[in-house]
């Protein structure tokens, strides 16, 4: 069958755009994606290419959740056959499961590990954290209930000290206390990680961790006492078995509490060790944060893949006389798509920065070195909220950018968006999270306004040099744009970045006068607390990924389509909200004639990549088998591939669909439509 | 079980909160619903709660979709059954649906006759249309095809006239010719209603509406040259049926061709009838939008109505020696939240006066006055863009501020989500109908300034009030809020909709100013035109929206509440870029204090609503049956609800859950734990 009578077939429009690229796409995957990332990402896809049976996403559109976590544990099994054999890492079989786009119920499990070598002794960790890491035992982290997530001290589960048997009493004294969302566990896990108000002798001593077994090793039924199953459907993440558990009095040993950070001597007394700094329990969070900021540009890049493709694809409207223009030659649709393929590189690229950094300051940690841990805990809150927000509303407007098309599952980007969407919420929600990173930004810059001692970072730096500001320096130096056109400063990333850290230290400022001069409680600087995380991260995003950029020869042909991407990131968030700017400082010159101007420098960017869309999504390389998307199909083939999936749907497929359809008609349609009238007829 | 130890259980929280109403929720849910409304809810949840067998809805969210729309099937037949008995009327079977809160596969079907009457002659009703009426025959509309959505006149399915036989031969040359997305079509219609390219003579005239039978009417197996089915799972929407179709040069008579705009004779003379003005079929485009922006507000309500009363009865964090705070007390959620419950107000208060002018507009048409209609095109498309964005990102706010249980399905808040968000895309996409309304007033506005005729009503004058302004009008009359403090302005309604004017005024001026005096395309205006149609919404619904409050007496109870949510809705519209207020011309005296100042107001509106949040989402009265929600449930036994659905989860249920369970532990994590340690210890 014919595609189109009237224009070119889909696949030779994908090669048309291909032809345009200015840069190498293997050099861009290496250099965006990193070598490591690269290498492995490669082997993966080996292994998925060799065994289709196990491996082969295609079906899971049609899979009721229990079929679909059903294929998960298969793949998990294969995994760890493949891990006993030595082909594959511990560390890499969430990596596999990334490359599947969805995750292994056991995906929990594996975080257990670390969790108990943080808080146990050298002893607790070879009992508990080495059978999981050889994957003989499964643990699941149960922290939340049904009624406290982010307030961790307000949880009802008890762990209360037994002299007489030198054991702990497990209880859940309450609906509430039931243990919620708990991933890995509904299932899974034979063992948890629970955390418990801690009583003993009558006294609290609030949240501890302690080891409870919940599942028998002989048969996996819940042993005695414990209550389990999972909570039911999500709105996404159906391949997680999400669970809840209750504890009817249940005794475990003294040994199980997790005894770090805490030592109960057989008698009772409690201790507090004096060698280790209650601080490294700070670090796991940052470390959660640190591996959700690292995915989410990756999955960003799996919407605008399949948003650009779709959209080069895509023909309406157009000149007469020549072919349907494609939607993606439309200002209105390279205004919400190119900042966002400009944002997925943003997001991949500042990441290497980001994680050097972060790595640095685990090691500083682990010398009991705490001094980066307060930037880095700012850093990884505020950009947990703006890579996760960016990313499902980013996601989102790529489903928009696909039409009525981007509203079927075939699009894929339904999964996308609602297997994400988790990401605003847990590891903190963001609202609260932006708190956290504002509080830091704000008692350092009154800190600065006092002389008084602050720490110098990135974070800090950039307020510091709007503050207390020596009157030898020329205007124009700090305000670097103040002598520029609109042009000159949108084609200049270095005055981009200025213009962004102004931005911030003037939000700071803000707060830093209502809360220290006005007197006003820090619980009502919430929602201004939204607008400096969000303005911290988009300093810090383009700062870094600059800092990635640099790391280029001068004479590289990724350069300067990079920078363009760099420049229309830093622009979209100067923009993002006008008023902002409007706010600044008289002496920085912000005019309507300057944000009119920033405004068409803009789009005038974004057009500028138009042509390198298809090339710039190509080079972020993410597999069709981990798209699963008619509409971002690698070969172009969108329709015939869109047609193919339709047919298999249960209503139409052979057998099953013949069989559904009868009975919808006879039992329901043909009764609606005739019903009564043989009645009639018969009396006639 | 105790609910929790330390605080007031969940339903005692929701009654205090009840008895601090202000105002009488009988009177709140007749003004605000309308008597007609609320007689008919109550008429339908008499019946569904008489038949809970058909009707109930509880176990929907563990249904596949086959399953799902088999229930919806066997409503619909239950519903005729009741429509032969005289007990529901044709056009009161939507709305038990949307009672039911989803759609039956019959939804679509039940639109044809309107379609049918619009484009066909009185016989052509007669015979295609009066059977839909009576159930007795189910149509669809087949516009859509896998490669066109709004460009209708790309549609590739050819009508050819065959002389020789007196018939039309239809056509799919294309597999991108496909019709797809049609409603109703899947599974249950038997005839379509078919927009196709009219070839006669070997000339194209263009795409008109032709009656094509699809399944048989004796079995409803697919006619010869018919090929049809479902197109498959969507984001939401499970229950309807959305077909793809095909023709392979199907033949029907030439009868079949809708003639009231076109007549093709026996030799295939075409004429266009003289008495009829083709904005008639306009006029359908603006009834669909019509009744989309009619349901909106119903729909907003369902999520602000979960989220009150949930975040009422979540408590978190607090002070010492208190009961935990419920998280409604947080500034954070206040100020997400309470906007959205003034604007689910908002739209169903304004409702009220659009749905009038709708009214009048299509008597107009009737008597062949087309006077109104572009205003109301206008209207239809900016609150069709305004209501459906407002109502799907609103409900997504509702998810966020349900914290981590907004993401299970049983907080209904994903449904709600997944099957209103089509509404951004479908009847014209959000983003093309924006320009429609900016075209409106760009062309008028210019009109205006050339002092040529131009319309006068609600959209333009407006825009007139600020245009060849009269010297004599004092500055203070034009900008009524120059002499006025903040807290004045955001507590005068009045002066709120001037600014909301103006701003309107300002964004269009300045499109008039790029298009007439600068050259610029208007191709390149769909950026700008996203603001203008924003605004547009915001000035109208506030408008209508005070309007209707006025029909209330002076010392009505419900007038200081409804005042206050009228503000908050204003505020938040004029709030929402506070850079366009900058903007304003130097008379409008906007500075930063200003600014500063009336984000200080709007919070303290906000918080002036907080007390009456959950008696508010009471009066809007959407029952428990349709929020199908454990977090929103009336009676507040939030927790208990949770807990018994989750037991319900296939997983869990006794017998099912036992044998899924038994068989994942036996073929996977049994295996993954003990593999290979059993050979191992056989060696030893």
Redesign the interface.
């Known amino acids: 069958?014919?595609?189109?009578?009237k224009t070119p077939h889909s696949s030779e429009t994908l090669e048309n755009e291909r032809t345009k690229a200015t840069f190498s796409i293997e050099e861009m995957d290496r250099f965006i994606n990193g070598d490591e990332f690269v290498a492995l990402r490669e082997k993966l896809l080996a292994i998925m290419r060799s065994e289709p049976d196990i491996f082969d996403q295609k079906s899971n559109?049609?899979m009721?959740?229990?079929e679909k976590?059903?294929k998960a544990?298969?793949q998990?099994?294969r995994a760890?056959?493949l891990f006993?054999e030595g082909r594959l890492k511990f560390e890499e079989i969430p990596m596999l499961f990334n490359m599947l786009d969805w995750h292994s119920p056991?995906h929990f499990a594996r975080g257990i590990p670390g969790a108990i070598e943080v808080q146990g002794t050298k002893e607790q960790a070879e009992v508990f954290a080495k059978p999981v890491r050889n994957?003989?035992?499964?643990g699941c982290y149960a922290q939340?209930e049904?009624?406290?997530?982010?307030?961790v001290q307000?949880i009802?589960t008890t762990a209360t000290f037994i002299e007489e048997t030198d054991e702990f009493e497990i209880n859940s004294?309450?609906?509430?206390?039931?243990k919620?969302?708990i991933g890995s566990l509904?299932?899974?896990a034979?063992f948890a990680f629970v955390m418990a108000q801690l009583i003993i002798k009558g006294k609290r001593l609030g949240a501890f961790p302690i080891i409870v077994p919940i599942r028998s090793?002989e048969?996996?039924q819940p042993l005695p006492g414990i209550t389990v199953?999972?909570?039911?459907?999500?709105?996404?993440f159906p391949t997680m078995?999400n669970g809840?558990l209750r504890f009817d009095k249940v005794r475990v040993p003294r040994f199980n509490l997790l005894q770090r950070f805490i030592n109960v001597s057989r008698n009772g007394t409690v201790t507090v060790p004096s060698d280790v700094n209650p601080k490294i329990v700070y670090s796991a969070l940052v470390s959660a944060r640190a591996h959700l900021i690292n995915d989410m540009g990756i999955q960003l890049a799996k919407g605008v893949t399949v948003a650009t493709r779709y959209t080069a694809i895509r023909?309406?409207?157009g000149e007469p006389g020549k072919f349907?223009s494609p939607v993606l030659d439309?200002?209105?649709v390279q205004?919400r798509l190119i900042p966002l393929i400009a944002k997925a590189y943003a997001t991949i690229g500042m990441n290497h920065e980001f994680d050097r950094k972060y790595k640095l300051t685990m090691e500083d940690v682990k010398r009991d070195d705490f001094t980066t841990l307060q930037e880095m805990h700012a850093i990884t809150c505020s950009l947990k909220k703006w890579t996760s927000d960016t990313t499902v509303y980013g996601i989102d407007t790529c489903?928009?950018l696909c039409?009525?098309h981007?509203?079927?599952?075939?699009s894929g980007l339904?999964e996308f968006f609602?297997s994400t969407?988790?990401n605003?919420?847990?590891e903190g929600?963001n609202?609260v999270l932006a708190k956290q990173t504002a509080s830091y930004l704000v008692k350092s810059a009154f800190a600065i306004s006092r002389k008084e001692k602050a720490d110098s970072n990135d974070s800090i730096n950039i307020v510091r040099k709007f503050m207390n500001i020596d009157p030898r320096i020329a205007l124009e130096k700090l305000y670097s744009w103040s002598e520029m056109s609109a042009e000159q400063i949108a084609n200049n990333e270095s005055v981009l970045l200025d213009m962004l850290g102004i931005r911030l230290w003037h939000l700071v400022h803000k707060l830093v006068v209502k809360v220290y001069r006005d007197g006003q409680k820090w619980?009502?600087s919430?929602?201004a607390s939204?607008g400096i995380a969000t303005a911290h991260s988009e300093y810090i995003v383009c700062l870094y990924f600059g800092r990635h950029i640099n790391q280029l020869p001068q004479n590289s042909n990724l350069r300067p389509i990079l920078l363009q991407l760099l420049r229309v990131t830093a622009i979209s968030g100067l923009l993002r909200?006008?008023?902002?700017?409007?706010?600044l400082p008289k002496k920085a010159k912000i005019t309507?004639n300057l944000?009119?101007g920033l405004e068409t420098e803009y789009?005038k960017a974004i057009k500028s990549v138009r042509g390198q869309a298809v090339p710039l999504v190509d080079a972020l390389r993410i597999p069709d088998e981990k798209l699963n998307s008619s509409l971002g199909k690698y070969d172009g083939n969108v329709?015939?591939d869109?047609?193919k999936?339709?047919?298999?749907?249960?209503?139409?497929r052979k057998g099953s669909?013949e069989e559904?359809?009868k009975?919808?008609?006879k039992?329901?349609?043909?009764?609606?439509?005739?019903?009564?009238?043989d009645q009639k007829s018969s009396k006639l």
Chains 1, 2 share one sequence.
């Open positions: 069958m014919t595609l189109n009578v559109y049609f009721a959740r229990t976590m059903e544990l298969k998990e099994k760890i056959e006993r056991y994957l003989r035992a499964l939340t049904m009624g406290h997530g982010s307030n307000g009802e004294p309450t609906l509430t206390s039931t919620w969302w509904g299932v899974v034979n090793t048969d996996h199953g999972d909570i039911g459907p999500k709105m996404g078995d809840f023909r309406q409207f349907e439309y200002d209105i205004y489903r928009h039409g009525g981007g509203y079927s599952i075939f339904n609602s969407y988790q605003i919420i847990w929600d609202f619980d009502e919430s929602v939204q909200n006008t008023g902002d700017l409007f706010m309507e944000i009119t789009m329709y015939e869109y047609m999936r339709a047919l298999d749907e249960p209503l139409n669909g559904i359809r009975r919808f008609y039992n329901y349609i043909e009764r609606t439509l005739k019903d009564g009238l």
